[in-house]
């Protein structure tokens, strides 16, 4: 699927950038992605990462790469590593250098310095959870501060020795003085600086005092002179006190805010603090595990920069809320594999074949394209006496409609011969351990003579084939709203939907040569199985490790 046939989807900020750009408002655009440092992307910060990136490039302006980090205590250079990353493995590249609103953080204390001399910030002592009593509620206002009134003075020394280190975590902090009983909760005396004795990660120990996200957020999109800063609807009530902090300062530029609704997938959860839980609580591998909702766990898992940056284009940017249902994005990848995807041959669980009629001493090779209808080459696969076919691939008393191996029936080997099963070896439990069959021998790329075989199946030869690893990974939760129970209540724990069959590991697989040539990044149809690819972790040369990217069709869309 070419992302210039995919079908796109409204995008309401579109519009409103033309007539930007129209009316001579901007000259061109500036747009920004901020993400925090505090965890890996997941997939709905891909939508935001294509919608800013995407707009500036469309109209031909830049899109800046800014990472917001207020908060030392849950921000890592690893993260910050992970996150460009997965911008650049998404196909974007940002304008200029990496910024950080830490890069900003003097100018930030000089404007609080500002407020704090118009009148319009102070140092307040009430603690964490007396602030949070004065607040108020949703129904109820606020009560003032009975540190509202310090001096202008007085302020600016507290403020001072904040910043020196004088005072204890938590003991103080610098709120922003507009109206306690505004029914905008955001707009009560809203905090701009708290103690905090901790390391950063940009600047080290240079501050003890740092800046709130609501403070810095806007004041950052100044500085960089962003003209649409585009969030999600969730900062929607902020709004107003993002304007109020560009109106009182004497900022360089009047950044607008836009907001629209974030990407709600069913069957994952895209919350940081949940995705960090399942990571230390060991529910999953890693950040990158290929269950995982994040950009990383998708690449691990095979998912290719244009199927997600098509699967973003195909959900559109609107203002109303709503779920996603992840089989559209696994529609994505399907499309995107079809057309792109190598064919190979792996045998899940290998059952041995002996062609009885075929010379013991006998190997041909044959040559089978690598797409059935790209030009993508071919690749050599010996036939010989003996074969590996899956186990599933014979059935002494079928199901209706079965169409493979069957006690004196014949299927098609995949681009091979025509063989017909005439006797199962047992072990002495009874098990099926060995096929032997027959072929013939003038049934190579034509059909046998007077006499219809319906089945094809794969193979793959028992002495060149590899041995492997078969990962087969499906949906990590069990139900679409993963915080709800079965009957649609709140469930105590989203961890108690998590699917018990999110991942099978098959060892002892048996792959086609052509395998040991496959390298991180390459996809592969394995016929008849789904699609496939080399796991970046812990696959080796000598111990390969293939992983379930998606099925071969939508079982869940029809269960």
Known sequence: MSESNVNVAANFLRPIVEADLQSGKHSSIVTRFPPEPNGYLHIGHAKSICLNFGLAKEYNGVCHLRFDDTNPAKEEQEYID????DVNWLGFQWDGPVRYASDYFEQLYEWAVYLIEQGKAYVCDLSPEQAREYRGSLTEPG???PFRERSVSENLDLFTR???GEFPDGTRALRAKIDMASPNMNLRDPILYRIRHAHHHQT??????????????????????????????EFEDHRPLY???????????????????????????????KLKQLVDENHVSGWDDPRMSTISGFRRRGFTPASIRNFCDMIGVNRAG???????????????????????MCVLKPLKVVITNYPEEQEQTLQLPRHPKRDMGFRSLPFSREIYIDASDYEENPPKGYRRLMPGTEV?????????????IRDEQGNIIELHCSYDPDTLGKNPEGRKVKGVIHWVPVAQSVECEVRLYDRLFKTANPDKDEDGENSESFLDNINPESLVVLKGCRAEPSLLQARVGDSFQFEREGYFCLDSVDSKPDALVFNRTVTLRDSWGKA
């Open 82 to 85: 992970a996150i460009k990353h």
């Open 143 to 145: 009560q003032n501060s």
């Open 162 to 164: 904040m910043r020196a």
């Open 204 to 233: 080290g120990d240079k501050w003890c005092i740092y800046p709130s996200y609501d403070f810095t957020h806007g004041q950052s999109d100044a500085i960089e002179k962003i003209t649409h800063s585009i969030c999600t609807l």
């Open 243 to 273: 304007e109020w902090f560009l109106e009182q300062l004497p900022v360089p530029a009047q950044p607008r805010q836009y907001e629209f609704a974030r990407l709600n997938l069913n069957y994952t959860v895209t919350s940081k603090r």
């Open 322 to 344: 709503g779920i996603v249902d992840l089989s559209m994005l696994e529609f994505c990848i399907r499309e995107d594999l079809d057309q792109n995807a190598s064919r190979a």
């Open 412 to 424: 098609r080997l995949r681009g091979s011969y025509v063989i017909r099963a005439d006797e199962a």
